[in-house]
């Protein structure tokens, strides 16, 4: 919807639709509404619009809910902040970053209206609001039932394509180094097992794992164990890891192709990564630690990860890219949980897998680590190494990304992880972004605020003066104040460039309220007493008529002023 006629056209036509009409929502809100409520109307109008088969959702603000209807008018966030960061807002709490497909404001008899346009529900995938699936009964709003969930899920027209069969493979073209490897990883797992398993020929152990199924082989079995020369059984689709090295301008210096059997092939990748010694000094000790760049078990997981959940219908295959300080893990497909804050939070198996049957698999050969917990301990791992935390991008629609690190960004980060070793796994998360320049939620900034693990003003954070003289890094807070020093000069120049001159009252309007809260009032005004006597003296400004007392005035420097 383009222009603000067909706005005013739809809006029009929904007023005309029954209150029960679940997929339409109006609300007076004639000056505030809860954001948590919002989020909620947000779920429950997706899920619905998914049921009823419309293009999308709408929630209105400036109108009475009960026939008859009519505008009130709102000023819901007419001002400041406006309504352009709501689409950002909602998108964190949200599965898959979903958010508004558009906001309309709109005039009506002279009135504001607020129109939210809602996409519906993804096929397959419930929309959540901090991780709770919300519907409608009629125009009440509630946890979303079962049967609609079901319904939701159905309209997927799910298939696993992991399960389909091949029908012209036989057991022959499986290798056999590749079951026995499962073998020996399946007993790892279930060693009460062990005995039994010795007794099952491959056949039977195919069987009991569910790739083989009625005498067939699934396609999870030839991805797994398939010789090199069966991805003909696949076609369209391709099952392969691609290793690429890049130096540091990014330019491509070797790669390789890693094909079937990938439950061997992860091996073989691993072995071409240079997992260099990397040594750091822990605070309180001469002697440095020695570890590898890349914990090989964190690794195996992304990259298992990576095979498990594949979009293999899209012909998708696993890239891993070197850099000289990180590894890029990429493949296709969505990801499916939505968000990796909400596979943490939860902490328990997902609910719908793109390839079930091949996952169930990796899981009982001990590829993957117990279904729902292995993405938390790829952080805790990471964490308890004192390394920056894996990145997930999944800002590109039907690809994954996870970034990797192999050296440590922040000495002041790392410092904290060593010290304060009662820090929860949220407050590393948190400290991580703020390490990464990476923004903050407003939970997360304020967390950290309360603790006083950070200081200053969004965007420009850092870690506050207690967390740095307890880790030792008080001459990095100094250097992170004097580089704060330049933005003062700027405004200072910028202020002077538009009015002329400035009173030192004017002056200390313009900086004090910025300056670090690690200072006192009466520091603040010595340090803008600096400030300015160090402009002076390096010829960025000068007080007119020479006078430097409490009455004086400042200009940009011009040097015809010293004549």
């Known amino acids: 919807m383009d222009s603000q006629q067909s706005i005013k056209e739809a809006f029009h ?188 020929d491959d056949p039977t152990f195919l069987n009991k794992t569910r790739v083989r199924v009625s005498g067939q082989l699934t396609r999870a079995a030839i991805i797994l164990f398939g010789r090199p020369d069966t991805t003909h059984f696949l076609t369209p689709s391709t099952a392969r890891i691609s290793w690429v090295l890049k130096d540091e301008n990014g330019q491509e210096r070797d790669y390789e192709h890693f094909g079937l059997p990938l439950i061997l092939a992860v091996d073989r990748v691993f072995a071409k990564l240079r997992n260099n010694t990397y040594r750091y000094l822990p605070n309180s000790t001469l002697f440095p630690v020695e570890i590898t760049q890349y914990d090989p078990w964190v690794i195996r997981e992304v990259l298992h990860n990576a095979i498990a959940h594949q979009d293999y219908s899209r012909g998708g295959h696993t890239n891993v890219v070197e850099e000289p300080e990180s590894l890029l893990f990429t493949n296709i497909g969505e990801f499916l949980p939505g968000s990796v804050e909400q596979v943490i939070r939860m902490d328990s198996p997902p609910e719908f897998y793109r390839n079930r049957i091949l996952t169930e698999a990796m899981v009982s050969y001990n590829m993957i680590d117990t279904i729902g917990s292995g993405i938390k301990r790829i952080f805790t791992k990471q964490r308890e190494r004192f390394f920056p935390l894996p990145d997930y991008d999944l800002t590109e629609a039907g690809r994954v990304k996870v970034r990797v690190f192999g050296k440590i960004l922040d000495e002041r980060y790392t410092r904290i992880l060593i010290e304060k070793t009662d820090l929860g796994l949220w407050d590393v998360i948190a400290l991580d972004k703020v390490q990464k320049k990476q923004p903050l939620s407003d939970a997360e900034f304020h967390l ?23 880790t030792g890094t008080k001459a990095d807070y100094i250097r992170k104040r004097a580089f704060d020093k330049q933005h003062y000069v700027k405004l200072v120049q910028e202020y002077l460039a538009q009015f002329g001159r400035a009173r030192r009252a004017d002056i200390d309007s313009l900086l004090l309220d910025k300056i670090s809260d690690a200072l006192g009032p009466e520091q603040k005004r010595n340090f803008v007493t600096n400030l300015l006597q160090e402009m002076r003296r390096k010829k960025i400004i000068h007080p007119l008529d020479g006078k430097r007392g409490k009455g004086s005035q400042w200009e940009l420097y011009r040097p015809d002023a010293e004549n």
């Not at 404001?105 to 901090?130: C, H, N, Y």
């Not at 950290?448 to 307890?470: D, F, Q, T």
Request: proline share 5%; net charge neutral; charged share 25%.
């Open 13 to 200: 036509k929904l007023l005309t639709l029954p209150s029960e009409t679940e997929w339409v929502e109006f609300k007076e809100a004639k000056n505030n509404f809860d954001f948590d409520d919002l989020g909620r109307q947000f779920s429950a109008l997706s899920n619905e619009a998914n049921l009823n088969k419309q293009e999308a959702g709408w929630l209105v603000f400036g109108v009475t809910n009960r026939p008859p209807r009519h505008t009130v008018g709102t000023n819901y966030r007419h001002q400041q902040p406006g309504l352009e960061k709501l689409k950002q807002q909602i998108a964190q709490h949200t599965n898959h970053q979903v958010t508004f497909q558009a906001i309309h404001e709109i005039m009506d008899q002279e009135k504001r209206i607020v129109l939210f346009e809602i996409p519906p529900a993804s096929p397959g995938i419930p929309t959540t609001w901090k991780g709770i699936a919300y519907g409608r009964v009629h125009d009440a709003l509630q946890p979303l039932s079962i049967e609609k969930i079901d319904r939701i899920r159905r309209g997927a027209a799910y298939e696993d394509w992991s399960a389909q069969t091949c029908s012209e493979a036989t057991d022959n073209d499986l290798d056999p180094k590749a079951i026995a490897f499962a073998k020996s990883q399946y007993k790892n797992k279930y060693s009460q097992l062990a005995h039994e398993v010795d007794q099952w």
């Open 448 to 470: 950290l605020k309360r603790k006083r693990l950070i200081e200053g003003r969004r965007p420009n954070i850092y870690v506050s003066a207690s967390v740095a003289a307890a």
